[in-house]
């Protein structure tokens, strides 16, 4: 059974903070991905990693970066928070190369920025 | 790149009727479409996905049809129950995925 975790369930920071969101994936799985999920706008792609120190853009990368130095972990980093990055953060991932693998999600991370 | 679209954004139905949920996306070359159920509070999960190379496929209640021509694909569920309230969500990938604004379905018992 494929084991997605994230760091935090819910996390409260301030505007300017630095923020990292951890995922954990447990399956040896190749690809990794970082979405946010606002109501109505669905699940939009930050940014996503096929290997090891390997990263791509998704559609909303402003403002966000993203580490992968082991295959299991990829971090979503908030270099400096705005209220406007408060959504809910889904990490998933999928087992090999291609986009067409079945992604699993973890149980998402729940970020307000006052 | 894609472009999914999603309807309706809400759906409710009665216990024991038929949903009905329709995706449509923009990029021909898309051959994969997933379709996940996301209950309050809970990570997305997949409940069922097609490929380009199939026009339908059935899960007990559930069944996915697609049409490449039209560039739409929908889902279909039988017999609902109140389990079944979730949001639904669609996606449809080549180079990459991207996902439908979801379908709030709630089954009235």
């Known amino acids: 059974d494929v084991k997605v975790t994230q760091s935090s369930r819910y996390l409260v920071k301030r505007t300017g903070e630095k923020v990292f969101l951890e995922c954990v994936q447990d399956m040896d799985h190749e690809n990794m991905f970082w979405y946010r999920q606002d109501p109505g706008l669905g699940l939009r792609l930050i940014y996503f990693s096929y290997d090891v120190k390997m990263k791509e853009k998704g559609d909303i990368p402003e403002g966000y970066s993203v580490s992968r130095e082991k295959k299991e972990r990829f971090s979503l980093i908030l270099e400096s928070a705005s209220t406007n990055q408060t959504s809910m953060y889904l990490c998933?991932?999928?087992?090999?190369?291609?986009?067409?693998?079945?992604?699993?999600f973890g149980p998402g991370t729940r970020l307000t920025v006052l | 790149g894609e472009n999914v679209e999603q309807h309706p954004s809400t759906l409710s139905v009665q216990e024991g009727d038929s949903a009905v949920i329709k995706c449509t996306y923009s990029?021909?070359?898309?051959?994969?479409f997933p379709w996940y159920k996301q209950e309050l509070g809970k990570r997305p999960q997949l409940i069922i996905d097609i490929r380009s190379n199939v026009g339908e496929k059935k899960d007990q209640r559930i069944a996915v049809t697609l049409n490449k021509t039209a560039k739409h694909f929908s889902l279909h569920i039988t017999e609902t129950q109140p389990e079944d309230s979730a949001v639904y969500f669609c996606a449809a990938s080549y180079n990459d995925m991207r996902f439908g604004a979801g379908t709030r379905l709630t089954v009235k018992p």
């Open positions: 990029d021909s070359a898309s051959n994969y």
């Open positions: 998933a991932s999928s087992l090999g190369t291609s986009v067409t693998d079945t992604q699993y």
